[in-house]
């Protein structure tokens, strides 16, 4: 799935990252729990969160994932999308809940990582 | 290639900085994408756990063609019990590293899976030392 389609399913709004360049999403896990994160053995995966403070990027950087979406409203800190920036992530907020965006996104074929 | 870092135990805002130092350089090196996920991820468990539990470490990485081994050495409480803090869910984490999307029991065994071999030492009330080595071939 595009980014900018993602966008507008999720009502996403861009905090940082190229959305009409970056690779589309092809599969996506939720969790708010990093170490759970961290065992993921899928090549980038779109990480849907509500998990939002600087680990949350720093586990991204180290689990090789540049795509992420804070779900709840959360919203980004500027320490996070600094970060984010150094490491060319694609950073996306949603007012929607993690179950609802986990429904939309696997409903327009966003495949689970396991 | 050597690298040193002083890792401030409760200081979450730097958590993970030494490991993606080590990222940077491994990527000079050409290596194959799994060998550097599981160097980063074994040594960002390990990062993480003296930030969460100790009060300063120090991490040191010794890079050479035939692979990496890192040895964290930190001040801390220590392990009681090394092979019960190896059982996947078993964690005496504080609320607070709960809060940062960790302390869920999962860390130490996470570097086990990723690690070539991961070597423990503890003493309690003095501290804990991890040798943790990734082959590259």
Known sequence: MKIPLLMQLLEARLVCGDAQNHPSVEHAFASDLMSDVLTLDTCSPLLITGLSNIQTIRTAEMADIHTLLLARNKKATPDMIALANQNNMLLLETPFSIFKTSGILYQNGVKPVY | ?137
Request: aromatic residues 6%; hydrophobic residues 40%; proline residues 3%.
């Open chain 2, 1 to 137: 290639m050597t690298f040193t870092y002083e890792i401030e135990g409760g200081n979450f805002s730097r958590a993970g900085s030494a490991s993606s130092d080590i990222k940077k350089a491994l990527k000079q090196l050409d290596l194959d994408y799994n060998i550097i996920k599981r160097v980063v991820v074994s040594i960002y468990e390990a990062e993480v756990n003296i930030v969460a539990h100790a009060r300063r470490g120090t991490l040191t990485a010794d890079i050479d063609a035939d692979g990496i081994v890192v040895v964290l050495d930190d001040e801390g409480p220590g392990i009681p019990d090394i092979e019960a803090a190896m059982t996947t869910g078993f964690s005496t984490a504080s609320p607070r590293v709960r809060e940062m999307g960790f302390g869920a029991g999962m860390g130490l065994p996470n570097i086990k899976k990723n690690a070539d071999s991961l070597h423990i030492q503890s003493t309690v009330g003095v501290g804990t030392r991890l040798e943790i080595a990734v082959n590259f071939k």
